[in-house]
């Protein structure tokens, strides 16, 4: 793959150009746009810019940072400098993560084409390495290499080596330091060239630890055996299943030597290469596609859940943007929301009303759900309505809903019968469906489509001035999503009411909006196919007040649970309490980074990241003894030990002071019920990034390990202030690997730190007793 890349970079014409660089537009906003020279450099996996042609450079993105590459008139602001910019000049790079795009143009279509089909092709190339090949491949070694070699001779000194040994986040002893430079100066010029770069950074990144295990293993030191080798999968790694095909297996995909695999064994090579793998790493691949059973009703299921999906930033004054809902979408989210109000010319827009967030045309958003909602995922997706529109406008909002998702919109029930129970995940594959007020039951609807044959006038019939019509009246309070429902008075004028429209009212079938009243008042009186939404400080007091009851309402009804009306500034809960008491939607401000953030993606990497979990049985049963703040028998206890043994290649925090070096510590954390919500911690490494050694054992006993997440969180020691945060992963107990293990560490917004990783020790052991606590 690293040949292949190198190949297309010295003879594919648009790289060629592209790392000759060329002047396009930068652009930020409609009043930002600045001229930038942009430049692909020659190990293909970076791009700079400049301020012009040969001026002062520097990184504008890794390739390996690229999601895709979209053309102009995919991007809002572009198509709202149509004007001033030709669509077919500009493109878009999406980067991953939570990182904004970067809007281009270029002076020309044919270079907008180069750009555009060159990045893409680079995409494609590094997308298709595996990670281990990224760590083989020069292409990030060339761009160490790059920003070590300080006067871009192609050579590097001693004296810059030891500055990319600041920049690499490590202290080594000079006098060592210069021994493995002198050991790889196989040309004896008092420099290190390319290969002999390479072989500098082998010899420092030799991994003691992995050595001192693989020789345990193995009776000459030299080689694992296939014996060997099963004897390690099965007694250290847990692989109780490991038969012989498997261990050929793994030698056959690590093992870097043909005459290795020819003779089956392994080398040391080999073995960390398998360490460092998917199959090595701490999340059970197992769990990493659809694993799970999903033909159980929709309330058996957490389900990805996004709040204010439109909002880029806070909720006052932040940008509102279809690339919300697109990158939502594309993260695996099933439940999008859509606060929709009355716009201009008659076209409802989407924004956060009575604040100064900008608008969207609610038609571009239901677009844009309509071609990215299955791109992921094919399980169904959730359109939650918060409607504030008038009559006529609600009418335009179901002829687009209508029109633009056309058969991906479900407008009734799978069987045209009354469910008696919710329909699955399986059954409602690529459908959309519409959560909102709805003005009769369903089997009224169901009812009239039996008698439409009869009354085929009888939808026209239905004026607002109906007594059938429900009026609604919002009360204000700090927040709008925070405003309640409540009949319309006769005896009162009222400025502002809502009739709700026949029309998007038929369009709601399995997810009608319903008051909550209490868990007596929902069983007497409302049916599978309602919801009730929960403000998360309404949720957090049932869930202590009343527990039991709301694990048994959330086993045949769905639960929204969204943010605080105070967190204007975007900021999110704890989801965890919540999906306790087995809350489904639990909606988040995904544009958020933050703890919160890193539990929620924890819980939905697993069942192929497709946006539905299936909770634990004992939050699917409506007669559940389940009580999430005093869970008793039958639940067994587990114990967790986890010796966390070395890190590698850690970042640094401060990457402004050059001479500035982390002093990493690690600390894991336990989510779940409250009385198994702990931390422990390791002592800090002074001044090592690059390979710090704790060797220290960190121990938790679980109750409810089914409910629980482990989160593996990096932080540089600060003895004045807080721990500045380097790097996290977080995952469900239930999908953790036991044995040796790597842990590949994520950045604040979820993207790859690679190769920053921390390796660990994982070993879980289940009481023998039942807890009674």
Known sequence: MASLLQDQLTAHQDLLLMQEGMLMYKVK?????????????????????????????????????????????????????????????????????????????????????????????????VTSMDQQE??????????????????????????????????????????????????????????????????????????????????????????????????????????????RELALELIDRYEPSDSGKLRHVLSLDGFLSYLCSKDGDIFNP??????????????????????????????????????????????????????????????????????????????????????????????????????????????????????????????????????????????????????????????????????????????????????????????????????????????KKEKSKVILCPALSDLVVYLKTVSFHGFTHSKEHYHCYEISSFSETKARRLVKEAGNEFVQHNAWQLSRVYPSGLRTDSSNYNPQELWNAGCQMVAMNMQTAGLEMDIYDGLFRQNGGCGYVLKPDFLCDAQSSFYPERPISPFKAQTL????????????????????????????????VRLDTTRQETNYVQNNGFNPYWGQTLCFRVLVPELAMVRFVVKDYNWKSRNDFIGQYTLPWTCMQQGYRHIHLLSKDGTSLHPASIFVYICIREDLEEDES
């Open 286 to 491: 197992a769990c990493l596609p659809i694993y799970q059973d999903m033909t159980q009703p929709l309330s058996h299921y957490f389900i990805n859940s996004s709040h204010n999906t439109y909002l880029m930033r806070d909720q006052l004054c932040g940008q509102s943007s279809v690339e919300g809902y697109i990158w939502a979408l594309k993260q695996g989210c099933r439940c999008v929301e859509v606060d929709v109000w009355d716009g201009p010319s008659g076209e409802p827009v989407v924004y956060h009303g009575h604040t100064l967030t900008s608008r969207i045309l609610f038609k571009d958003v239901v677009a844009t759900v309509a071609q990215y909602a299955f791109q992921t995922s094919d399980y169904p997706v959730i359109l939650s309505l918060e409607n504030h529109c008038s009559w006529e406008q609600q009418e335009t909002m179901a002829r687009h809903l209508t029109e633009i998702l056309g058969e991906q919109l479900l407008n009734t029930t799978l069987d045209g019968l009354l469910p008696t129970q919710l329909p699955s995940p399986e059954e409602l594959r690529r459908k959309i469906l519409v959560k909102g007020k709805k003005l009769d039951a369903l089997e009224e609807d169901l009812k009239d489509e039996e008698e439409e044959e009869e009354e085929p006038d009888s939808e026209l019939e239905r004026q607002p001035e109906s007594e059938s019509v429900l009026e609604y009246q919002y009360e204000t309070e700090p927040k709008p999503e925070l405003q309640k429902l409540r009949p319309l008075s006769k005896d």
């Open 134 to 243: 990224q760590q083989d491949q020069p292409g990030w070694l060339s761009d160490w290499f790059q920003r070590g070699d300080k006067n871009q001779d192609g050579r590097m000194t001693f004296q810059e080596v030891q500055r990319l040994l600041h920049l690499m986040n490590v202290e080594m002893d000079q006098e060592y330091a210069f021994s493995l430079f002198q050991e790889a100066d196989t040309s004896q010029s008092g420099t290190l060239e390319g290969e002999e770069f390479v072989q500098f950074y082998k010899a420092l990144t030799k991994r003691d630890e992995v050595q001192e295990l693989f020789e345990s293993f193995s009776a000459d030191k030299q080689k694992l055996t296939l014996l060997e080798f099963l004897d390690f999968l099965r007694e250290e790694q847990k692989e109780r299943d490991c038969a």
């Open 641 to 672: 030990l986890i010796q966390v043994i070395s890190g590698q290649q850690l970042p640094k925090v401060n990457k402004t002071k050059e001479g500035s070096i982390v002093d990493p510590l690690v600390r894991v954390q336990i989510f779940g």
């Open 29 to 125: 906003s409609k009043t930002w746009k600045k001229l930038r020279y942009f430049r692909l450099q020659n190990d293909g996996m970076t791009v700079w810019h400049e301020r012009q042609a040969r001026g002062r450079a520097k990184p504008s993105f890794s390739i390996s940072d690229v999601e895709t590459v979209r053309k102009g008139h995919n991007s809002e602001l572009l198509r709202s400098l149509a004007e001033e910019f030709p669509l077919e000049q500009g493109f878009t790079v999406v980067f991953h993560g939570r990182r904004s795009n970067l809007d281009l143009v270029a002076n020309s279509v044919k270079e907008a084409q180069i750009w555009m089909q060159g990045l893409q092709l680079l995409v494609d190339l």
